[in-house]
């Protein structure tokens, strides 16, 4: 089955201090992997795709196939980071069937 | 203003009654899609459509009715068939792997 797991509802964090938040996949194919954010009174808008090996406002993330992981990072946390982060696997049902995890809320206290 | 525009924000369904959620975009994307949102959990397919008189069921489809009768168009309905309604629903449209989500409606039974 095809399955993305967010481990993690909320993240808490100071300003400056290095965010991780995590995201583990199940699928045997091969993944096109997303991160999806969603700010306080915003649409839910494409942060970054592992394709495309990235880095938007200072995240990044990278695709594990050994561990099935997806972790999107950033090394110092800004106050307006705080949204909720959604990862999103595209598997073989192709990009007309994402499947998306929970979320995470990342809140990043100043 | 260009992108999704869904409508209404809020909208309440009395027992056995059915009602529509509208969804227009003026972005030329071929691709449209419905999304189901639950506290706690991800993002759920219901049901999408590639291309104009065209849609096929997501994971979810069940109580659920689309139809594409223009490429700006598709709109949602939820039947009498859907017995557990109350939650956040989620247009989008997509150019490639790209989605754009349109701000939701929030349905509720009275």
């Known amino acids: 089955a095809q399955r993305v797991t967010q481990p993690e509802k909320l993240l808490s964090v100071f300003k400056g201090a290095p965010v991780e938040l995590k995201c583990n996949y199940s699928?045997?194919?091969?993944?096109?992997l997303f991160w999806y954010v969603q700010y306080s009174r915003q649409r839910l808008q494409l942060l970054l795709r592992h394709i495309s090996r990235e880095s938007i406002k200072g995240f990044t993330a990278d695709l594990n196939k050994g561990e099935t992981s997806f972790h999107l990072k950033k090394p110092f946390a800004q106050e307006e980071d705080s949204a909720m982060y959604y990862c999103a696997l595209s598997g073989s049902g192709g990009y007309n069937k994402l499947i998306f995890g929970a979320g995470t809320r990342l809140a990043v206290h100043p | 203003d260009g992108g999704i525009t869904q409508s209404p924000k809020y909208l309440f369904r009395k027992e056995g009654q059915n009602v529509t959620l509208s969804c227009e975009q003026n972005l030329n994307h071929d691709a449209m899609y419905w999304y189901r949102q639950d506290p706690g959990q991800g993002l759920r397919l219901i049901y999408y459509s590639q291309i104009v008189n065209d849609f096929q069921k997501g994971d979810i489809a069940e109580g659920y009715s689309v139809s594409r009768e223009k490429k700006e168009s598709f709109p949602l309905t939820v039947t009498s068939a859907q017995k557990n309604p109350t939650a956040f629903y989620l247009c989008?449209?997509?150019?490639?792997?790209?989605?754009?989500f349109g701000s939701g409606t929030q349905l509720s039974v009275l």
């Open positions: 989008a449209s997509s150019i490639g792997e790209k989605l754009f």
């Open positions: 699928y045997s194919g091969s993944p096109e």
